[in-house]
């Protein structure tokens, strides 16, 4: 069965790097693209990143622009992020999720998530 | 960037009741990329609906999608106790960000 499992979260200085994993299973992990959505403690679902199913395309929020790099290894059927210059507002679950084409786009499975606590 | 609208931001009823919960896009979202999702407290999020309309496997026949254009609706025809969460729609028309709504949650009455 298809699984998703996010790892790396915990806690970070504001202004230090975090880099998060999220390993897949169950499926044929270079077919798709991948996501990461993140959620703030008691607020809504925000969209960060997005990487084609090759790693060739990789589009971000506004708000991750410049300081968080999504990345894949497909051999190792891992994809990753890499958070630079964590502020505050950065902490959250970071969620990942598979992308499925065919009658419309859709995160089909996700990760059971991964908390960042940005404190210092 | 394509802002979604849900409302209302609560919406209190009882097991049993119709629940009709709005999706608004400030430009318009092809049918295609316009999904709902539902989230339970300490979960991750589920799809329910994708294309507007397609039900995802193993969702029951008491929730449909529906709309075009700039204005959606996710229809839960008769609450069972478990539908209480919170439910976001989701767009990825266009060019990115892929945008979320700000929620709806379903409370009990």
């Known amino acids: 069965q298809v699984q998703l499992v996010e790892s790396g979260g915990g806690v970070v200085q504001p202004g230090r790097s975090l880099r998060l994993s999220c390993a897949a299973s169950g499926f044929t992990f270079s077919d798709f693209a991948m996501h990461w959505v993140r959620q703030a403690p008691g607020k809504g679902l925000e969209w960060l990143a997005v990487i084609s199913y090759r790693g060739d395309f990789k589009y971000y929020a506004d708000s991750v622009k410049g300081r968080f790099t999504i990345s894949r290894d497909n051999s190792k059927n891992t994809l990753y992020v890499q958070m630079n210059s964590l502020r505050d507002d950065d902490m959250g679950v970071y969620y990942c999720?598979?992308?499925?084409?065919?009658?419309?786009?859709?995160?089909?499975?996700w990760g059971q998530g991964t908390l960042v606590t940005v404190s210092s | 960037e394509i802002v979604l609208m849900q409302s209302p931001g609560t919406l209190s009823l009882s097991p049993g009741e119709r629940a009709t919960l709005s999706c608004r896009a400030s430009?318009?979202?092809?049918?295609?990329?316009l999904a709902w999702y539902e989230q339970k407290p300490g979960q991750a999020p589920r799809l329910l609906i994708y294309g507007a309309s397609t039900r995802a496997t193993g969702i029951p026949d008491r929730f449909s999608g529906s709309g075009s254009g700039t204005h959606f609706t996710l229809t839960i025809s008769r609450l069972e106790p478990e539908d209480f969460a919170v439910y976001y729609c989701h767009q990825y028309s266009g060019s990115p960000p892929y945008t979320f709504g700000q929620g709806t949650k379903v409370e009990i009455k």
């Open positions: 999720a598979r992308e499925k084409t065919g009658g419309g786009v859709r995160l089909d499975y």
């Open positions: 430009q318009s979202v092809s049918s295609n990329y």
